[in-house]
């Protein structure tokens, strides 16, 4: 294990310095909260951290969650976790007053889940999947469904999760079969099965409350004739007694990582007596889920970078410590005699380690600034500011799911291979985060729905004006950084790009006003990368403008070394990460299609 998880000094600086969170903090909603009080609940999550999650990194997986006589069983950490996550206000924090919560900013919360996620990704999904099921209670439910459930919820008693995906429908949520029959109580008499369902049951909480996806019988087919409701695995009789609501654990999926975090599979109603209720209005169900889906997509995102930072920490220190090797003479040969050098030392080493550099780095860059438009969506007054900030958020959020799960698990294998052999070996820490990142691009929507939803969707909506607003954010940093001489070359990069950027997308558009949509779609996933490079290149010209700023005013908030380090960084991404957007563009605009299915066609596999 390494001595340090996580870079508190990177996550403060993007927070306050290169994100602005004073700005959210300025609106009226969060008006009882200041910096300070912010920097006390971070630190004291950061002490839990050190404390209650790190320490049992390695051991929640080797004793992984399993399923025995129908029930499951997880590591005793569980309950503090879901204990301390109630009592310090981890779950409650951006709940509002009313629902009595916190009324914090999500760029607070996003920021405290990432502590948390980097000390030990394992144990913080299960009060991160009852702070996303009580969002759904919160903002849905009726008075007397919230007043029942949500307390309790927040507290951390009762457990949470979204119950989304069936055996025979896996991401294709039209094929949902589970049904819901009303009953003269007004309760749904519910059955069905989901599986997948993460945090799903374990021993340390009382009751779960399943937010449910089902069809109400008559209800229309496909998407329109979903519904939501409350299942909960114990119903609350009128003395506020629990009975159990026939909602039957049928095992626990066994994992490649996240062992420690259960994954379970659910059947309702197998003896005709699980009751549900709904929440909103009928067959409005999956627009509800989805208008949660932002926070779940910024989690996701959120979780992928900071399992990249800990391993980047991780390589870190193995690469100041080994010695291997000797660095080459003015004359190409090694000096045998000198002592080994350390394999920082080496610019190979060095290059794999900067690579986790900036992919954990940007990552949480990208986090904060999703969180922070959601946050001004959520509060600011002028409704053009609302509209402008929610088509941004819109845009970025399938990226901010896709680029830290994919490229974070690219970063961590790279930090495996910085430790060579020990690093695929259970002694060292890496080949657990290699295998924990690689849930991550599947959550929430795999990369493929993602990038769909990219190009389909957000690239296209309301004829490209989020895409064009991103590129006018783009073009104010470009002309901020391009102030210092030093940034200049990088912002005339970033400007060149991002014409590239309008050229693949003219190009790729004649196939959707053609109405070939599969031709248009063809290459998403590819489209993804190339799109995201461009964001996150943007991302670290602003964290090195940011940087270059602070040296030249001689602000010693931080070392000179540490601003020149995000400066390097970025200089970096562009050299090697940015100019991968050239042979992408080249794919996406290549008259050759290879991977449509055509009847003629005979391609032998």
Request: aromatic share 10%; glycine share 8%; hydrophobic share 40%.
């Amino acid at each position: 294990m390494a001595k340090k998880y996580m870079d508190m000094d990177t996550l403060k600086y993007l927070l306050y310095n290169v994100h602005d969170l004073q700005s959210v903090l300025d609106q009226e909603y969060y008006a009882d909260h200041d910096k300070d009080s912010v920097q006390i609940f971070l630190d004291s999550i950061k002490d839990f951290s050190d404390k209650e999650l790190y320490p049992y990194f390695k051991e929640v997986d080797e004793q992984a969650a399993y399923y025995e006589d129908g029930k499951i069983i997880v590591h005793p950490q569980v309950k503090v976790m879901m204990e301390k996550g109630g009592e310090m206000g981890v779950i409650a924090s951006m709940f509002s007053y009313e629902d009595g919560g916190m009324q914090l900013p999500g760029m607070v919360g996003t920021s405290l889940g990432y502590i948390m996620d980097a000390a030990n990704n394992h144990l913080p999904g299960y009060t991160g999947l009852t702070l996303g099921a009580a969002e759904l209670v919160a903002h849905f439910a009726n008075d007397e469904l919230k007043a029942k459930y949500l307390p309790k919820m927040l507290s951390g008693e009762w457990g949470g999760t979204m119950c989304l995906t069936e055996p025979q429908a896996g991401s294709s949520l039209s094929d949902i079969t589970a049904s819901a029959v009303l009953q003269e109580d007004g309760s749904y008499k519910i059955k069905g099965q989901k599986i997948f369902i993460s945090g799903g049951d374990h021993e340390y909480s009382d009751n779960f409350v399943h937010l449910f996806l089902g069809r109400i019988e008559g209800a229309p087919a496909g998407t329109k004739g979903i519904s939501l409701f409350i299942v909960p695995k114990n119903r609350i009789q009128e003395d506020g007694s629990l009975v159990y609501n026939n909602v039957i654990t049928a095992g626990d999926f066994q994992k490649l990582g996240q062992r420690g975090y259960c994954t379970t599979h659910l059947i309702f109603g197998e003896n005709d007596d699980t009751k549900g209720w709904l929440v909103g209005e009928a067959n409005k169900g999956l627009k509800y889920m989805f208008m949660m889906m932002n926070g779940a997509r910024i989690a996701v995102g959120r979780g992928a970078a900071a399992i990249s930072m800990a391993a980047y920490q991780a390589s870190l220190q193995y690469a100041q410590e080994r010695p291997q090797g000797r660095r080459l003479n003015s004359t190409g040969k090694k000096e045998i005699n000198q002592k080994p050098s350390l394999i920082i030392e080496h610019a190979d080493v060095r290059r794999m380690l900067l690579l986790q550099k900036v992919v954990a780095e940007g990552s949480l860059s990208l986090t904060l600034l999703t969180s922070r438009y959601a946050d001004l969506v959520k509060t600011v007054k002028d409704k053009n500011e609302r509209d402008r900030y929610n088509l941004l958020l819109e845009l970025l959020t399938p990226l901010v799911k896709t680029y830290p799960s994919e490229m974070g698990g690219v970063a961590v294998s790279n930090g495996l291979q910085v430790l060579g052999g020990y690093g695929y070996t259970t002694e060292f820490i890496l080949q657990q985060y290699h295998r924990d990142i690689r849930i991550f691009p599947i959550y929430e929507g795999t990369t493929g729905i993602q990038s769909l939803d990219l190009l389909a969707r957000k690239v296209t909506m309301q004829n490209g004006k989020a895409v064009e607003l991103l590129a006018a954010e783009m073009m104010q940093s470009i002309q901020t950084a391009a102030n210092y001489e030093e940034l200049r070359p990088y912002a005339t990069q970033l400007e060149e790009r991002m014409k590239l950027m309008q050229k693949v997308m003219m190009h790729l558009m004649v196939f959707a006003k053609q109405g070939d949509y599969e031709r248009y779609t063809a290459d998403a996933n590819l489209f993804m990368e190339f799109f995201s490079n461009i964001v996150m290149a943007w991302l670290w010209l602003d964290m090195a403008t940011a940087a270059k700023t602070d040296l030249v005013k001689g602000d010693k908030t931080y070392t000179d070394e540490f601003y020149e380090s995000k400066v390097h960084a970025m200089k970096f991404f562009f050299k090697y990460e940015l100019s991968k957007t050239t042979y992408l563009s080249e794919v996406l605009m290549s008259d050759e299609v290879l991977t449509i299915k055509k009847e003629e066609q005979k391609v032998g596999w």
